[in-house]
């Protein structure tokens, strides 16, 4: 059980965060119960606005931003809420890009814990969501651009009946929590799916399309399936045409990284086109706006030169293998320039699959790990990755981890820190001579 603040004390920014940060400890429970309550003690603010409402295990965050970008480009009041933040807990929650100011999250967690007495006791999650949800209300907020926290139908985003949905892939990541099999992970994202609202999909596994086709027929739900329903097209890496159900923008250019963002700017898109029934008018110049305004940070991003510094926070399978991707496509334009890969992983992912395909990326391998107990030691990935990399430099401290991978690349090199999106802020926040908050899950 968690302390409470002592009667009448007032919390402030500081001791709010360490407040929420108490509640992470005890872990994640799944369930709407307490969200349900706690978002009708605050008069049901999630209904005061409309909203999209993004799952997937991974891009749906990249997804989000850039549904977010483009609403605002269309000239909408816009909220957005995603996690875990990098450096600063304020990133989860933003309106029209700004994150929530200090002064907002100590009242709002003042006035949930007050609200939250006596019977009920919401985790960090379920405290942050009803925070966001507020926040955009009082802010009056058009739309409000929700990504899952985990999972889907038990996720404390789940209250809402959005405008539209969309599930952007599905892996194998969480499996304590949402089961072992595709199917399984798939049924549970797809429990974000309302009766009669479109859902938008990414690129699925048969056996993950089944189960969630399954599941859009019992709630009657209009499917709209990339590559079937809407579509990219375009050479030149980042440019491209979308085409709809109703909709085709040309010129369109995608500032993320990576061939896979190319699907998430489609599922994007398609979710505004799916929630035009409900009044959304997205135009060409929108659409091009916006995506050209995306700013996600932490997924393929270029933080630094000489060398360059590039995180990302692929800390699964499928994730890796899109960054994989992206490496050996630089390569080819950068044939001799070494590369120097930075990892650090959770303890509770999968260390095997996720280095598999990075293992003949990196001209050197420096094994690190964040500062959080989640984190797997460097010493404990060297024990179970000896086989797939057989001469790695082990550095528990990532400033010095990031030292030598600076000398090792040399000006002229590149230098990607991967493998955990906690290990991406506290290098941002190092960076940048800042700390990370402690709440990253």
């Given at each position: ?11 402030t920014y500081?001791?709010?965060?360490a407040?929420?940060?108490r509640?992470?400890?005890h ?6 119960e ?8 605050l008069?049901m603010?999630?209904n005061r606005?409309?909203?999209v ?6 891009g749906?965050g ?11 480009a ?7 809420y ?13 309106v029209?890009?700004?994150m929530?100011?200090?002064s907002r999250?100590?009242?709002l ?6 609200l939250?007495q ?6 960090f999650?379920?405290?942050t969501?009803a ?6 209300a ?12 985990l999972?889907g ?31 399984s ?18 690129r ?5 399309w089944r ?5 859009a027929r019992e ?26 159900v109703?909709?085709?923008?040309d010129?369109l250019t995608?500032v ?28 060409s110049e ?6 050209q305004?995306v700013?996600w940070a932490g997924r ?5 030169r000489r ?8 800390h699964n ?7 994989a991707d ?8 950068h044939?001799s320039?070494?590369?120097i890969l ?6 509770d992912?999968d ?12 001209d ?14 460097a ?5 179970s990755?000896g ?5 790695p430099?082990?550095v528990p401290?990532?400033s ?9 690349a040399?000006?002229d090199?590149l ?6 999106l906690?290990l991406?802020g506290e ?5 940048h001579g800042?700390v990370?908050?402690p709440l990253?899950?």
């Amino acid at each position: 059980m968690v302390s409470l603040p002592p009667a009448g004390y007032t919390m402030t920014y500081s001791s709010a965060v360490a407040y929420l940060y108490r509640l992470q400890k005890h872990g994640i429970k799944l369930g709407l119960e307490t969200m349900t309550a706690l978002t009708a003690r605050l008069g049901m603010p999630q209904n005061r606005y409309r909203t999209v409402h993004i799952a997937g295990t991974n891009g749906k965050g990249s997804t989000a931003a850039t549904a977010a970008a483009i609403l605002q480009a269309a000239g909408y009041r816009v909220g957005l809420y995603t996690s875990p933040h990098l450096v600063d807990f304020r990133e989860r929650i933003r309106v029209n890009g700004e994150m929530i100011p200090e002064s907002r999250v100590a009242q709002l967690t003042n006035q949930l814990q007050a609200l939250s007495q006596p019977e009920l006791s919401p985790t960090f999650f379920e405290y942050t969501t009803a925070m966001a949800f507020q926040h955009f209300a009082d802010t009056a907020v058009d739309v409000a651009v929700l990504e899952v926290g985990l999972g889907g139908r038990f996720d404390a985003t789940n209250v809402v009946t959005p405008m539209a949905c969309a599930i952007t892939t599905i892996a194998l990541d969480h499996q304590a929590y949402l089961g072992s099999t595709l199917s399984s992970i798939a049924f549970e994202k797809a429990g974000i799916i309302k009766p009669g609202v479109p859902v938008v999909l990414g690129r699925l596994d048969d056996d993950a399309w089944r189960t969630i086709e399954q599941v859009a027929r019992e709630r009657q739900a209009p499917v709209f399936r990339i590559g079937e329903h809407f579509h990219t097209e375009g050479e030149e890496p980042q440019q491209f045409s979308y085409g709809g159900v109703g909709t085709h923008y040309d010129g369109l250019t995608c500032v993320l990284a990576g061939r896979h963002q190319l699907d998430n700017a489609a599922c994007a898109l398609a979710l505004l086109e799916a929630a035009a029934p409900q009044g959304i008018v997205i135009t060409s110049e929108a659409a091009r706006t916006g995506l050209q305004a995306v700013n996600w940070a932490g997924r393929l991003e270029v933080v630094d030169r000489r060398p360059t510094i590039l995180l990302d926070g692929a800390h699964n399978p499928a994730a890796a293998t899109a960054l994989a991707d992206f490496l050996t496509d630089a390569d080819r334009l950068h044939p001799s320039r070494p590369v120097i890969l930075v990892l650090g992983m959770m303890r509770d992912k999968d260390h095997r699959g996720s280095v598999e395909p990075l293992r003949n990326l990196g001209d050197e391998v420096v094994l690190t790990q964040a500062d959080l107990p989640r984190s797997a030691t460097a010493q404990e990935l060297q024990s179970s990755l000896g086989d797939l990399l057989p001469h790695p430099h082990v550095v528990p401290s990532l400033s010095d981890a990031m030292a030598l991978a600076r000398q090792l690349a040399t000006p002229d090199g590149l230098v990607c820190v991967t493998g955990s999106l906690m290990l991406v802020g506290e290098c941002k926040a190092w960076l940048h001579g800042r700390v990370c908050s402690p709440l990253r899950g």
